[in-house]
């Protein structure tokens, strides 16, 4: 039963992958010429500094390639470009291709997403398309943008060897009537009060949602953390069925609005301990806001628990707030030739 289970999941999986609309289209191709110098200076992520003694190098290529026969190491790349302007409201993805083994990319200086895993604890991924999900005020339009990245080798071919490399939009995701990304009250830890409305969360530190929390001061960290959101809403959403838009999470999630659970992706451990996880962490959320629990013109409290198994950790990516159900179901049947088998192979396989 379990090999003709998998069997048909290859199959609609497969078939999934050739009907999937496009998610992302270019605004800048950042393939080319970058600067190059091997080694490690944290200060080399700084957007002031003077990299015109550096060398120039071809990306997506191994350095090996290009006059670095042998190197196993640190070395840092960096580019500068003109972002276009009208970027506002739109979903970034800042993409850096392959990078062998191991990377941490900052953008003017901030530091927006990493794969693999640098010395001490070195873990290569070597494989994997770097995608970096960052905010329109992070990018300075029409002015000079600075792209840093770190990158590790351990072993054989180093640095950006491969894959897409640009500044990408998200398109083709449902765009709340309420957008909720900013900044959210966020703590680590866990404990059940935090979930109440009324829990005083003025202490708390603030991160910016959707990004992942390990770029905004809480590095290696894995386990549980809370977010938590105070706004209102106008009278224009009184007797609409609405839907919470969570974007994508890194791994598992409770959300809360005032106070009662609205959804939950994947089963924290009781312990909320690390550990390895599934493909959770790829799965768009959305969840049901039952008749009369949002109150119109008085404040409401989103409250989301994340269990976070290993790596990266967080809500990651959008989009985040309110949308009508008439209005999520219009975008759910223009993708209909791409949610139908995989919603299928959720229930099949347990979300």
Same mark, same amino acid.
């Given at each position: ?53 550096? #060398?120039?190098?071809?990306?997506? @290529? !191994?350095?090996? $390639?290009?006059?670095?026969? &042998? ?5 840092? +790349? ?111 830890? #866990?404990?059940?009060?935090?979930? @109440? !409305?009324?829990? $005083?969360?003025?202490?708390? &530190? ?5 990004? +992942? ?126 949610? &139908? ?11």
């Amino acid at each position: 039963m379990k090999t003709t289970l998998a069997t048909l999941a290859l199959c609609l999986l497969a078939g999934i992958q050739s009907a999937h609309p496009q998610e992302m289209s270019r605004i800048m191709d950042l393939r080319g010429q970058w600067k190059f110098e091997a080694g490690d200076d944290m200060t080399w992520a700084d957007p002031k500094f003077d990299d015109e003694s550096w #060398d120039q190098i071809r990306v997506p @290529s !191994p350095w090996e $390639d290009q006059g670095y026969p &042998g190197y196993d190491g640190f070395g840092w +790349y960096r580019k500068h470009f003109k972002a276009p302007k009208n970027l506002e409201g739109k979903m970034l993805v800042l993409k850096v291709g392959t990078i062998d083994d191991a990377d941490e990319t900052y953008l003017n200086g901030r530091f927006v997403g990493f794969g693999g895993t640098l010395p001490p604890k070195y873990e290569s991924e070597y494989s994997v398309q770097r995608e970096y999900q960052i905010p329109a005020w992070a990018i300075h339009e029409g002015e000079d943008n600075v792209i840093a990245v770190r990158v590790y080798d351990g072993q054989m071919n180093g640095g950006i060897t491969g894959g897409e490399v640009g500044l990408y939009e998200i398109r083709n995701r449902p765009q709340p009537d309420l957008t909720l990304d900013g900044m959210w009250k966020f703590r680590t830890g #866990d404990a059940p009060e935090w979930k @109440s !409305p009324e829990f $005083d969360d003025s202490g708390w &530190g603030s991160i910016y949602v959707p990004i +992942y929390w390990e770029t905004q001061g809480y590095k290696n960290y894995d386990g549980i953390g809370w977010y938590r959101l105070h706004f209102t809403v106008d009278s224009s959403f009184a007797g609409k069925r609405l839907l919470f838009l969570l974007g994508k999470v890194d791994d598992y999630d409770e959300a809360y609005l005032n106070g009662e659970v609205i959804g939950k992706t994947g089963a924290i451990p009781a312990d909320g301990k690390p550990g390895r996880t599934g493909n959770q962490y790829s799965w768009l959320r959305t969840y049901t806001i039952p008749v009369g629990l949002l109150k119109i013109g008085q404040e409401n409290v989103l409250a989301v628990r994340v269990w976070d198994g290993w790596l990266h950790g967080g809500i990651y990516q959008g989009p985040i707030g309110l949308i009508t159900r008439e209005r999520y179901n219009d975008w759910r049947t223009s993708r209909k030739d791409h949610e &139908g088998p995989l919603e299928f192979l959720m229930d099949l396989f347990g979300r």
